[in-house]
């Protein structure tokens, strides 16, 4: 008489696993694992309508900018920026879409989140500037402008961007204290 050990495969992380006990022709057991299709989160909902679009129009520019000023500067530390202020606009953006804030007063807080972090962009390019400025000149020559590596051009780019994010505010406001949901 021989003895069949039991058949286990692993389930994937996330998954639970029943196990079904089968009698086979000999007097001992044999377990099987089978994987159940639950979800590991039971309150997990698809994404809303609108979430990656937005969360790509947050993100995009601050990942391209600081790619693109560490290629020109050789220095890491514009990638890291770019790290650092994508992940808290991705955050920021996340949070207001939990709270189902309004499209206007979600786009004030990524805008204002965006001028904060060209302010740290406006230090680290004051910090770094002469690379910066040699890279520009280097790789982009045919659209070279000595004023786009300035700490005042992103000084100013984040003055905009706070402006425009006062004015999503007001209207944020407006829409609220007038009972529009958008």
């Known amino acids: 008489m021989s003895v069949q050990a039991p058949v286990v495969t692993e389930a994937p992380i996330g998954y639970a696993a ?7 022709r000999e007097p001992r057991v044999a377990a099987e694992v089978r994987i159940a299709p639950q979800i590991a989160d039971p309150r997990w909902a698809r994404a ?20 693109v000023a560490s290629a020109l500067a050789d220095r890491l530390v514009f990638a890291g920026w770019a ?19 309004s499209v206007a007063a979600r786009a ?7 001028a904060l972090a060209l302010l740290a962009f406006a230090a680290l390019a004051a910090r770094h500037g002469e690379v910066l400025d040699l890279g520009y000149r280097a790789l982009l020559w045919p659209i070279y402008s000595p004023l786009l590596t300035k700490p005042l051009a992103a000084g100013v780019a984040a003055a ?19 009972g529009v949901a958008s």
């Open 18 to 24: 029943e196990i079904d006990l089968q009698a086979s």
């Open 48 to 67: 809303p309508r609108g979430w990656y679009a937005s969360l790509l129009a947050c993100t995009l520019p601050l990942f391209v900018l600081g790619m």
């Open 83 to 101: 790290i650092v202020a994508g992940a808290g606009a991705a955050l920021l953006l996340r949070v207001a879409w939990g709270r189902d804030w």
């Open 108 to 114: 004030a807080l990524v805008l204002g989140w965006a």
């Open 160 to 178: 905009v961007l706070a402006l425009a994010a006062i004015a999503c505010l007001v209207l944020a406001r407006s829409r609220r204290r007038a």
